[in-house]
């Protein structure tokens, strides 16, 4: 069935590294991808997304490129700042008919000073 | 507009025991979901609602029953507690849309623990 891998974490980082977390998908059809960002004690928020092949999300510094030919959706951001600390989450979506979406194990961040 | 609201925060719960987390949104969201997190296993979908009156099994619903009250309100019950049914539990809305995706907004969780 369909599936999401990250990384395992956590990534450790000192302020303004570069940062590349890995995704790798497995899907039939062509599925849309997201990242999602849960900081410490809240819930999930969408970070940025990409519906089709060679699509860039981006958002808050962050992009991820939708590769087909690799059926990855790694995450990178040039510089990071202590507040990126936080759990990544890689997720897609089936294809259109549905809102439901498939979860990997989340990768978690620390960013040190 | 609060969003996402889920309660109680934290719950601990004896073995056999039964309780309903409770959820609401104010964005006037059609679907809304009930996920489980878990230490490496990420989030995984117990039940969905696709609109009022509507409900689908997830991924993982044994255990749990789900009551769509209304377009505002989505609960979830554990009629007999389980220590494996220790775990963060997230409830989420969205608008759905074919053809395109319409965000997920999370509530804060729930921290349930069964001893």
């Known amino acids: 069935g369909d599936s999401v891998t990250q990384m395992e974490g956590p990534v450790t980082l000192s302020e303004e590294a570069f940062l590349t977390i890995n995704c790798t998908y497995t899907a039939t059809g062509y599925p849309s991808l997201f990242w999602y960002v849960q900081y410490p004690g809240e819930g999930l928020q969408l970070l940025l997304k990409?519906?089709?092949?060679?699509d860039k999300g981006s958002n808050k510094g962050f992009e991820a490129t939708y590769r087909k030919e690799t059926t990855s959706f790694h995450l990178e951001k040039g510089s990071v700042q202590v507040s990126d600390s936080a759990v990544y989450f890689c997720a897609l979506r089936r294809g259109y008919n549905t809102d439901k979406l498939i979860f990997g194990t989340g990768t978690r961040l620390q960013v040190f000073p | 507009n609060a969003g996402v609201t889920q309660t109680p925060k934290f719950q601990v719960l004896k073995t056999g025991q039964s309780m309903t987390l409770q959820c609401a949104q104010d964005m006037n969201h059609n679907s809304m979901y009930w996920y489980r997190q878990d230490p490496g296993m990420g989030l995984r979908l117990i039940y969905y609602?696709?609109?009022?009156?509507?409900?689908d099994k997830g991924e993982v619903p044994n255990g749990y029953n789900v009551s769509r009250l209304n377009k505002r309100e989505f609960s979830l019950r554990l009629e007999s507690a389980a220590p494996s049914q220790t775990s963060v539990y997230f409830c989420?809305?969205?608008?759905?849309?074919?053809?395109?995706?319409?965000?997920?907004?999370f509530g804060p969780g729930t921290r349930l623990t069964v001893l």
């Open positions: 609602s696709a609109s009022e009156g509507t409900t």
């Open positions: 989420a809305s969205s608008i759905p849309g074919q053809g395109t995706y319409n965000e997920q907004f």
């Open positions: 990409a519906t089709k092949a060679d």
